[in-house]
T-cell receptor, first 114, second 111 residues
């Protein structure tokens, strides 16, 4: 079946602009995660959604970052007033949370803030 | 706070040689994952280790988990060029199962 998909694959934006990144998880996966991969910080957790439960936002680096998940499926990560340090690859993963809790990653969105 | 240390950071190997990548973590966890990342690509799941003493093998790669020592190893046997990539270990971070990643090991297998 289809894997996790993300769009856009690449995004170049000017400092101060807002951006939206989209993630479509694997169908039937109830858990959805956002991670960020950057040269300076490595791979770091951002936010987690599970069903209708309150999200775990503990990894969001500032209040400029927010995310939502509509209908328990598609998720959007929004970064307001982008800064150069936001440049990174944003990865989405989903999991069925049964047994292994294995997470399957999407191809990522490469964000460049100029 | 759970911390994951991975070493070495960079490994240059000759084809045919054996080597081991180490992954240490700081607090109790029963789930550990190994991922492979090729340049410009996303993370590909290699192994899921769910209990103490777990050992998984796929081709020239073998992963093991010792939860008492908080240590996992990824052993490479008779390396080939196709194994060149960055390898990450990741530890289950608790109630939400968020992953805490190691720094990654860049493996370069020279012909």
């Amino acid at each position: 079946g289809a894997g996790v998909s993300q769009s856009p694959s690449n995004k170049v934006t000017e400092k101060g602009k807002d951006v939206e990144l989209r993630c479509d998880p694997i169908s039937g996966h109830t858990a959805l995660y956002w991670y960020r991969q950057s040269l300076g910080q490595g791979l770091e957790f951002l936010i987690y959604f599970q069903g209708n439960s309150a999200p775990d936002k503990s990894g969001l680096p500032s209040d400029r970052f927010s995310a939502e998940r509509t209908g328990g499926s598609v998720s959007t990560l929004t970064i307001q007033r982008t800064q150069q340090e936001d440049s990174a690859v944003y990865l989405c993963a989903s999991s069925s949370r049964d047994g292994s809790y294995e997470q399957y990653f999407g191809p990522g969105t490469r964000l460049t803030v100029t | 706070e759970l911390k994951v240390e991975q070493n070495p950071l960079f490994l240059s190997m000759q084809e045919g040689k054996n080597y081991t990548i180490y992954c240490n973590y700081s607090t109790t966890s029963d789930r550990l994952y190994w991922y492979r990342q090729d340049p410009g690509k996303s993370l590909e799941s290699l192994f899921v280790l769910l209990s103490n003493g777990a050992v998984k093998q796929e081709g020239r790669l073998m992963a093991s988990l010792d939860t008492k020592a908080r240590l996992s190893t990824l052993h490479i046997t008779a390396a080939v060029h196709d194994l060149s990539a960055t390898y990450f270990c990741a530890v289950d971070g608790g109630a939400t199962n968020k992953l805490i990643f190691g720094t990654g090991t860049l493996l370069a297998v020279q012909p």
